[in-house]
């Protein structure tokens, strides 16, 4: 089985395949809206042959930030009673946990008595009846933490990852090409980037092209590799490897800027697949990304690329304004990597 962030274009699959699930229709529950709004915290399961064997739709309260919501969860009837709706409680109130939520309320119809004794099962507790239907409330807060398994118990030894990438490399697609950033790129870079929405929620902004050529001669000293974004022969933005550890086969795709033009378009899916393939081909067995708590957009975009949210690094980063932000932290491994390279591909191929 395949757990996986939900996003708007599950949502046609869905509705399609639930009018069979129960005793009555009720996809008009599911509007298009909880894929498109909360697939970051929803979650579409898979089977090996890449049907949809379950789903959860639920997402954190904006009003009280102790408290979540679980809209709907659905399992294919041939897989009830394997432990599936279980699975999917669980991973939600774990990243629920991880936003500081103490309490988890969804809601079903009274005569749904299969359902009543399900979630009084996974922990639900009948909160109160009315109108038909049936409020439930779970704490989780005052769980313990489950120690984690290892995935990879037999793990083989792994070769290091090769690094630097080499001075000459031009990753190209069919919309974009990214090289290593150079002095030459500095005025372009400039131009493109000097707008007060790009650098919201990324410090360090350079004041004229001349900064933008000190920041990268400082790049290296920081760990940094950065790449400059052409589409069209032109100037889109920057992006760059970060924190590489060709010992540990790991590093970060960070320090990502597009002009706004850029946004929604196929520039940063394909920036992604392409950094992404260059280093799973070379060895790197993890890729992280990470950004600003704040950034909404961000999150959304990291979670559409297929990546996994691994949780909140608490009070890690300075911001531009000097307050300290916590970072949101995904990753994509090399045993994701076929599912993302294949996500990714179908996006560029439908945009």
Known sequence: MRFRPADGNDYAGVVAAVPGWWWRDVSPLLQELFFTNFGSTSTIVEDDSGGLAAFLVGFPSLDDQQCAYVHFIGVRPDLRGSGLGAELHAR???AMVQRGVTTIRCVTNELNTESIAFHQRVGFAVESVSDGHVHFVRTIGEARFAPRDDP???DPPW????WPPPPDVVLAGRHVTLAPATADDCP????A???DAVWTHVR???ASAEGWADALAAAPETGRFPWTVRRGGQVVGTTSFLEASAVDARLEIGFTLYARDAWGTSVNPECKLLLLQWAF???????QLKTDIRNARSQQAIARLGARYEGVLRRYQRRSDGSIRDTVLFSVTVEDWPDVRAGLEHRLDTQ
């Open 159 to 162: 070769a290091q990852a090769a």
């Open 152 to 154: 990879r118990p037999g």
């Open 193 to 195: 980037l000097d707008d």
């Open 188 to 191: 372009e870079l400039f131009r």
């Open 204 to 206: 360090g902004r350079p």
């Open 92 to 94: 939600f109130a774990q």
């Open 281 to 287: 081909e070379h060895g790197f067995g993890r890729v």
